[in-house]
Nanobody
C-alpha cells in the first residue's frame, strides 16, 4: 500500500503563494492517479476536490475555484506530487490532503481514492 505525506503548508497573506508537496512511499509502483483535496475545518463539508493528475501527467483536472491560480504537477521518478498555489485567497484556508487512486472514474469523488495523506494546514489571512 502506498503511504502519502504532505509538506509545505503554513500561513500566508492574501495574494501570496505556497507550494505543497506530497511524498509517496511503500508501494509506489503505479500507475496511480493523484489528487489534492481540501477540507474546511469545523464545517463538516467533507473532502473537496482541488486538482488531479493522471500517472502520465497527460490528464489534469482543476476545480473551477482554483483554475488559473493553482498548478498540480508530479515527478514519478521521485514519487512526488506538488501543488503550486498562487494568488491565495482567504477562502483557500483549509486542510489539504493528497490522495492516490489506481482505478478512478470520477476525480472529484473522495471515496474513489485508495490512499490519503494525513493532511496539512493552509491558512490565508486577509
Amino acid at each position: 500500500q502506498v503511504r502519502l505525506v504532505e509538506s509545505g503548508g503554513g500561513s500566508v497573506q492574501a495574494g501570496g503563494s505556497l507550494r505543497l508537496s506530497c511524498a509517496a512511499s511503500g508501494d509506489t509502483v503505479g500507475p496511480y492517479a493523484k489528487a489534492w483535496f481540501r477540507q474546511v475545518a469545523g464545517r463538516g463539508s467533507g473532502f473537496v476536490f482541488v486538482a488531479g493528475i493522471s500517472y502520465s501527467g497527460n490528464t489534469i483536472k482543476y476545480a473551477d475555484s482554483v483554475k488559473g491560480r493553482f498548478t498540480i504537477s508530479r515527478d514519478n521518478a521521485k514519487s512526488m506530487l506538488y501543488l503550486q498555489m498562487n494568488n491565495l485567497r482567504p477562502e483557500d484556508t483549509a486542510v489539504y490532503y493528497c490522495a492516490a487512486s489506481q482505478i478512478l472514474n470520477d476525480w472529484s469523488v473522495s471515496s474513489e481514492y485508495d490512499a490519503w495523506g494525513q493532511g496539512i494546514r493552509v491558512t490565508v489571512s486577509s
